[in-house]
């Protein structure tokens, strides 16, 4: 009997504070209820939207770059989250975490290499590629 009146006087505490949230939640529920603006737009009803009107349809294309670019994130990103676990179980790893992570660097780097010669981290068109574009160009003169 002694037990259940010690478990009541530990959890009464939680329980009051639960009542105060809910009702705090339903105070400022009601209140921006009663107190809120209400709207009739024709785009208030439309999904993810928030009143704005649509422009368009939300399927849109993406080049394949931004997807190459996407990867190249998601490889660095995990390797900076095995290197950093390394460098925090160095002292235990010793020599051998040493190698293990020297080699999963250069495997990177010839990763990074790959993809920088196929054309992966291209951004935008080759400088020389447009100054070539442009000799061929028809030249207008200009008569005064």
């Known amino acids: ?9 530990q ?5 009051v504070y639960g009542a105060i949230v809910l009702s705090l939640v339903g105070a400022m529920l009601g209140l921006s209820y009663l107190l809120g603006q209400r709207h009739k737009e024709r785009a208030r009803g439309e999904p993810y939207e928030s009143g704005i009107l649509n422009t368009g349809t939300a399927s849109l294309r993406f080049s394949s ?5 996407a990867m190249l994130f998601v490889i660095f ?8 676990s390394w460098a925090i179980a160095f002292n235990e790893l010793g020599w051998y975490g040493y ?6 660097i250069i495997l990177l780097v010839v990763v990074l290499i790959y993809e920088w010669r196929n ?10 590629k447009i100054i070539e574009a442009y000799k061929k160009l028809p030249q207008k003169t200009i008569r005064v």
């Open 65 to 69: 770059q931004f997807y190459l670019i």
């Open 77 to 84: 990103d995990v390797e900076t989250m095995f290197i950093i």
């Open 99 to 104: 190698v293990g992570v020297m080699v999963f």
């Open 1 to 9: 009997m002694d037990g259940t009146n010690s478990n009541i006087e």
């Open 11 to 15: 959890l009464w505490p939680t329980l």
């Open 119 to 128: 054309g992966a981290l291209d951004f935008g068109p080759d400088g020389k």
